[in-house]
């Protein structure tokens, strides 16, 4: 399938950003300070999440002794000190596809569950910020993904309605969830997660990398 957008919203963290592998690193760490080990399979359950659902997700996993606020909030100061030393990678193909994107006149909208104090200088640094038309942040939105509320809100800022013609570029079930609901087609760019068939049924394109989702956007 090849299709030529017009307007096409991002998501982040997985999708844009090689954030996902830090997170999954920061919980096993949290969780091992709190005494409890976990292998990343299980830290693979919050990938999408906002932190109420993340917690909930371990809750069910793990049941209720752990203080599961306490761990998030460490899992967190683990993620930026790990990220400050490091540096955060960006996703292969990720400058070129963006950059080609806009050369070709297409609408470029991002909508990410990380709160905008975290996600702004991320962008910034990593020179991705202007390239966005528009930007919804986590903390901007009453609902995070899966609800589709992210994503009628980037609609809504670059002053469309709802639409099949609009695509989404999402790594994670709660995203494309988040954006089929919204009414938007989806691009799925695969990550960490382990994709349950129902989810991948769901996206309109899958590619296997960035730099490969040109082709199917009719510019390469």
């Known amino acids: 399938m090849t299709v030529r957008p017009r307007t096409v ?24 300070e709190h005494g409890i080990e976990i292998d990343r ?14 917690r909930a997700a371990y809750r069910k996993l793990l049941g209720d002794a752990p203080d599961y606020l306490a761990i998030q909030v460490r ?5 930026h000190q790990t990220a400050e030393r490091e540096g955060i990678p960006l996703k292969r193909g990720a400058r070129q596809i ?5 050369r070709e006149g ?12 975290s996600a702004e200088p991320e962008l910034l640094e990593l020179g991705l ?3 966005f038309e528009i930007r919804v942040y986590g903390d901007e939105v009453s609902e995070r993904k899966p609800s589709p509320e992210i994503y009628l809100e ?11 013609e609009i695509w989404a570029v999402e790594d994670s079930a709660n995203g494309i969830r988040s954006a089929k ?11 960490l997660q382990n994709m349950p068939p129902e989810i991948r049924a769901l996206a309109d394109i899958t590619s296997p990398h960035l730099d490969q989702l040109a082709s199917h956007f009719e510019l390469a």
């Open 9 to 32: 919203v991002f998501d982040m963290d997985g999708t844009l950003l090689d954030t996902e592998a830090i997170a999954i690193r920061s919980w096993v760490a949290a969780f091992a």
């Open 41 to 54: 399979t299980v830290a693979l359950c919050t990938i999408g999440c906002d932190p109420p659902a993340a």
């Open 75 to 79: 899992c967190g100061e683990i993620f």
């Open 98 to 102: 963006l950059s080609l994107l806009r």
């Open 106 to 117: 297409v609408r470029l909208g991002l909508a990410t569950s990380t709160r905008r104090a």
């Open 129 to 131: 910020h202007d390239l």
């Open 154 to 164: 980037a609609v809504r800022r670059l002053g469309l309605l709802p639409s099949p």
């Open 181 to 191: 609901t919204a009414g938007l087609s989806v691009a799925w760019v695969p990550d």
